[in-house]
């Protein structure tokens, strides 16, 4: 721990430096390979898979079972509708929940009592229910909303925030690349997107846009104090507050990681929660995500953005005529008293 603790400080310090800003084209890399994954992952694999919410469809839940075969649901619901493709899962401990596309009045009438045979329990243990596909898509119009809204609104208070809309441009670009890797995620493995996972999705960009203010909150600390006598250039202010945060952010993303984690765990494997799994399933890995993309793509990307107006390069110029005269002193007076 004291070990752990030095390590934090000495980065705080300067004394000891990860160079994350100067190699930013091999974080840009490792980006864009994440991305080209997560879009073409999906696809290739047949798509992504949206919830009975977003698509339409008949839902039945059978409670109080003494069974859990999935089997028998599926072989239930072919013997009524041989056509239908049903999607089964658990619900906790005793209940079976399938999904089918829309059925008729009669189908639906027909699969209450199938299932109600097969798992051995009167038929008001077995609820139906149904999603228009009109109410899918106005849950879908409304989630991209949501989204676009969000986005604008933080791109703004950013810009305001930090009187530059660079610091807002390179903090939406790392929000969309956190929503794009976490959506392709859900897309490769396969994993129904439903509105909880929305939820989970507008969550994760919350909480990535707080850990970039915080870092970006040092970066304007650290180049406001950089004066015309300063060693440090503009990417090495930004480098440095990377340094000073870095800490902090892997502490902060552990801390958030494990109970969600724990809720990921208990809702896929012991509830059988849909619900808390794909809002926690979210949640981990936009954590994950959302920290990698403050440190290696909001902070170098910043940096690039703002290494070409003059008064960034004048005053980089000088940083580095400053540096040179101060190590040629330095190595005069070594020489001397050698």
Known sequence: MASFAKFGNDLYT??????????????????????LIAVVGPFARGGFVFGIEFTGGSEFVVSNVASQDQNLATEAVGSVVPAAVPKVSTVGTDGIRVQTDQLTSD???????????AYSVPETEVTASFIGPTWGKDITGQALRALVVFLVLAAAVMAIYFRTWKMSAAAMVALLHDLIITAGIYGITGFEITP???????????YS??????????????????GPGSRRTFADSVNLAVNQTLV????TSVVAALPVASILFIGAFVLGAGTLRDISLALLIGILVGTYSTIFIAAPLYAQLRSGEPAIRKRDKKALATKANAQSSDADVESVTA
């Open 107 to 117: 189908e639906t009438r027909a699969v209450r009592g199938s299932l109600a045979t």
């Open 248 to 251: 902090r952010s892997i502490n």
């Open 14 to 35: 300067g004394e000891r430096s990860f160079n994350i800003v100067g190699r930013r084209k091999l974080w840009y890399l490792i980006a864009a390979a994440m991305i």
């Open 196 to 206: 909880a996972a929305v939820i989970g999705f507008l969550t994760i960009l919350g």
């Open 209 to 226: 846009l707080y850990d970039t203010v915080v870092v970006f909150d040092k970066i304007r600390e650290n180049t406001s104090e950089d």
